[in-house]
């Protein structure tokens, strides 16, 4: 049996979210705004949060290590389609492509896994990778990951895929057009 553990109700995450506030908000989900958090919907009892975290951490570990080493076929299979990508040197930040299947990806995957977005992958802490008991994330949402749990918790364990990549916010600060020029408002 495959079921999501959507432990948090309509409670949104949004990826404006920094490590003070993960960190005052910890045990519980952090907010838009700096001190609000939100009760997670779960308990220890039906939850194994510990399992999840450490099993994330690792596929985070194996993601790093497969895109270090240049293992296009191993990244590839790794990803959740369809993929949300934003491309390194989009002009504009907000847009999402969707790459439907690994062939797809392997097709522009110098434009998804560029020199700075491999540098920031490698450089993430797996032990930095957080999130609620369905998306996990690295930082403001760079690299979106997807958790599917199998069987029912406690005893459940748990599949990762990558969901999104957001190549131009690691590559250029949002508020920078292509050519590093800052955006009028």
């Given amino acids: 049996m495959i079921a999501f553990c959507l432990g948090i109700g309509s409670v949104p995450i ?5 490590a003070s506030m993960r960190s005052e908000c910890a045990g519980k989900i952090p907010g838009r705004h700096p001190g609000e958090c939100y009760e997670i ?6 939850f194994p949060w510990e399992t999840q975290q450490a099993e994330a951490r690792d596929f985070y570990r194996e993601f790093q290590i497969a895109v270090a080493a240049n293992d296009r076929k191993k990244v590839s299979s790794m990803m ?3 993929l949300r990508v934003r491309y390194f040197d ?13 062939a797809e990806l392997l097709r522009v ?14 450089n993430v802490d797996a032990n930095e990778v957080w999130g609620n008991d369905y998306f996990l ?10 958790c599917t749990t199998h069987g029912y918790c406690p005893e459940c364990n748990f599949d990762f895929k990558v969901k999104i990549i ?3 916010t690691i590559y250029r600060d949002a508020t920078e057009d292509l050519l590093g020029k800052p955006l009028v408002r």
Avoid at 90 to 102: H, K, M, Q, T, V
Avoid at 109 to 122: G, K, L, M, Q, S
Avoid at 137 to 146: E, V
Wanted: avoid cysteine; hydrophobic fraction near 25%; charged fraction near 20%.
């Fill in 80 to 82: 959740m389609y369809p």
């Fill in 14 to 18: 949004f990826n404006s979210i920094d």
């Fill in 90 to 102: 989009d002009p504009r930040g907000a847009d999402y492509r969707f790459l439907n299947s690994p």
């Fill in 41 to 46: 919907d779960t308990t220890e009892d039906t």
């Fill in 166 to 168: 957001a190549s131009n």
């Fill in 137 to 146: 994330q690295t930082g403001y949402g760079q690299i979106g990951i997807y």
């Fill in 109 to 122: 995957y110098d434009r998804v896994f560029h020199n700075t977005v491999i540098d920031y992958i490698r």
